[in-house]
């Protein structure tokens, strides 16, 4: 069974950067889309990030209206890890971040990782 690890969250100040990593434990074929969500307390949990995948030298990038222009989503596809490069980080952006990976044939999620942003 793979998992998906997240790392990279933390406590940060408003303007700050953070980079989440997400790396799976095994190979996953035919991924077709890898993305992060957010859930913040007493709300529903969103998509951050999304990058659609098509062959290898393919792929599609779509951003939350809130995160464009902060936020950047890229992988590595040799180490099967994705990451999300948050900038310019605000305290709305607080939350518990989840990383997701879908394949033809399942659908991955990490455990979540905290990114708190204060002053």
């Known amino acids: 069974q793979v998992q998906l690890v997240e790392s990279g969250g933390g406590l940060v100040q408003p303007g700050g950067s953070l980079r989440l990593s997400c790396a799976a434990s095994?190979?996953?074929?035919?991924?077709?889309?890898m993305a992060w969500y957010r859930q913040a307390p007493g709300k529903q949990r969103e998509v951050v990030a999304i990058?659609?995948?098509?062959?290898?030298?393919?792929?599609?990038?779509n951003y939350a209206d809130s995160v464009k222009g902060r936020f950047s989503v890229s992988r590595d596809s040799a180490k099967n890890t994705v990451y999300l490069q948050m900038n310019s980080l605000k305290p709305d952006d607080t939350a518990v971040y989840y990383c997701?990976?879908?394949?033809?044939?399942?659908?991955?999620w990490g455990q979540g990782t905290q990114v708190t942003v204060s002053s």
């Open positions: 997701n990976i879908r394949s033809r044939l399942a659908n991955y």
């Open positions: 095994g190979s996953i074929d035919s991924i077709r889309a």
């Open positions: 990058m659609s995948i098509g062959d290898s030298t393919n792929y599609a990038e």
